[in-house]
């Protein structure tokens, strides 16, 4: 029995070779926990997803009308000693907490450098207005503003008339057909002509912006109508 310890121990070390698969490409298709992407040399590959959420990114932008109460957001503005937006917020970013998150106003890269800010313990340094950080949760969107609340505040901030909303995330169900994706991936080099590889990481950068609906495109007259019209400018 022991004798065949270093024969078990030898099995147990020899892995199958593999090889990587890493490169720019397209989204071309999208199923449970994999997509399909189309490399920049033109071939297809199918990728499954990384098993922590937190080796996958998703970068893009969104529409106003995109957001939706839940979300977390994150902005730069000014505010007075009681909290109040004195500037309109024209760049916020909607955001995936995680762990290390920390929600709040920050100011100048300190938490709680301004406590008298949103209350709490009178700060002697504290100024008329101050620029901070804000990342909260929103609660509503109405006629051009934002109600957010965090732990110990809340608040409701103006949007300028052209805000840019950028959209950082872990949540692959945001990927849609189109993305440009960074594919790091690996496969068994004995299972190279399946096309199939495990990704290590991915990032994904939106091709439209989230809430974008197109246009429909004006549809074209019927053949019958197209020869009435011509019918009818060579009678006049």
Sequence with gaps: MLGMLPII???????????????????????NGAIQVELASGKKWIVYLPDSPASIEVEGQAM???????????????????????????????????????????????????????????????????????????MNIKDGKMAIAAPGFQTVVPLADKVTIRVKSNDPRLVRL??????????YTAQAQLMKAKASRLKFIADKPFGYVEKPKPKKPAKKEEAEVKENQETE
């Design 9 to 31: 121990a030898g099995a147990q070390q020899q892995q199958p070779p593999k090889e990587t698969l890493r490169g720019d490409g397209i989204v071309t298709g999208i199923a």
């Design 64 to 138: 106003l009308s995109w957001l939706k109460r839940g979300m977390f957001v994150s902005f730069a503005g000014v505010f007075d000693a009681k909290g109040n937006a004195q500037a309109d917020v024209n760049d916020l970013m909607i955001f995936q907490p995680n762990k290390d998150t920390k929600l709040g106003a920050q100011r100048d890269g300190i938490a709680g450098a301004n406590k008298e800010l949103f209350g709490g313990t009178k700060n002697p340094d504290a100024v008329p207005t101050a620029r901070y950080l804000i990342s909260a949760r929103l």
């Design 178 to 187: 189109g993305d440009k994706v960074n594919v790091d991936a690996w496969y």
